[in-house]
């Protein structure tokens, strides 16, 4: 059910694998510090070896490692790159829980995680991810990754299929209270709003929009997301499915 956390999430940006500067990789955002995921990684990792108690080292340790793990086919090296993530994102909350980075890499190794259980810890899972996104959002209520998984988890439980609603309905009582496509549509405004050339964002955007009908000014935002260029790995792919997309509005 919030298999839609199969992102290419978020927000890995493709530059060129030069040398970036540690400044670079450790102040600012990480899917604009120039790196692939996997050389970021890297450079975090051996970071880390020296400075095991530095706070912004840790939660992008914990970011691309759950990046590489999200795109990761083989169970054998995901499942480790995910338990890294998840280690290292519970460091950060520990450590820092008065900081939105803490609850965002968390909420996004949970949700990684549902796209490879069962349908009753999916939906554990998910209430315990809306935890997370609510303890981060009260930090910052315009945290463009936090904003976009909320967006995707209202998403995902305002269209959820038969079954799923029915393992919902046992364990939690009911689809929770203020999960819609309105909301949704409400977060992924705000994270594009922060974020304007993420492809993703604006794929998910589109995808609700459909979801509620509102086809015509899903076209338009096809159109618009069509015209960026791909930054992050998974954009190619992303765009190939906008315009799929496309065709059916």
Same mark, same amino acid.
Do not use: Y
């Given at each position: 059910?919030?298999? #839609?956390?199969? +992102?290419?999430? #978020?927000?890995?940006?493709?530059?060129?694998?030069?040398d970036a500067s540690r400044d670079s990789l450790f102040t600012v955002s990480p899917e604009r510090c120039g790196l692939h995921d996997s050389l970021a990684l890297k450079?975090?990792?051996k970071a880390l070896e020296s400075e095991s108690e530095n706070y912004a080292i840790r939660w992008r340790t914990a970011y691309f490692a759950a990046s590489l793990a999200n795109r990761e086919k083989k169970e054998s090296t995901r499942t480790p790159l995910l338990e890294e993530a998840r280690s290292d994102a519970? %460091? &950060?909350?520990? @450590?820092? !829980?008065?900081?939105?980075?803490? %609850?965002?890499?968390?909420?996004?190794?949970?949700?990684?995680? $549902?796209? @490879?259980?069962?349908a009753r810890h999916r939906v554990e899972l998910s209430?315990?991810?809306?935890? @997370?996104?609510?303890?981060? +959002?009260?930090?910052?209520?315009a945290h463009p990754g936090l904003r976009y998984l909320s967006g995707r988890w209202n998403y995902s439980?305002?269209?959820?299929?038969?079954?799923?609603?029915?393992? #919902?309905? +046992?364990l939690l009582g009911g #689809? !929770?209270?203020?999960?819609?496509?309105?909301?949704?549509?409400?977060?992924?405004?705000?994270?594009?709003?922060h974020r304007p050339e993420e492809i993703l964002f604006r794929l998910d955007?589109?995808?609700?929009?459909?979801?509620?009908?509102?086809?015509?000014? &899903?076209?338009?935002?096809?159109?618009?997301?069509?015209?960026?260029?791909?930054? $992050?790995?998974d954009d190619p792919e992303? +765009? &190939?499915k906008l315009r799929r997309l496309q065709k059916d509005l």
């Open positions: 059910m919030i298999s #839609v956390f199969a +992102l290419s999430m #978020v927000l890995q940006f493709v530059g060129t694998a030069s450079k975090c990792r519970e %460091w &950060a909350i520990a @450590h820092h !829980p008065e900081k939105a980075d803490s %609850w965002f890499v968390l909420a996004l190794c949970e949700g990684i995680e $549902t796209q @490879h259980c069962g209430r315990r991810i809306r935890i @997370h996104l609510d303890r981060g +959002l009260a930090i910052d209520s439980l305002a269209n959820l299929s038969t079954m799923e609603r029915s393992f #919902v309905n +046992l #689809v !929770p209270k203020g999960a819609s496509n309105e909301a949704a549509l409400a977060d992924l405004s705000s994270a594009i709003r955007l589109v995808r609700t929009l459909h979801a509620m009908k509102r086809d015509r000014e &899903a076209r338009e935002e096809c159109v618009k997301a069509l015209s960026l260029k791909a930054r $992050t790995d992303n +765009l &190939a």
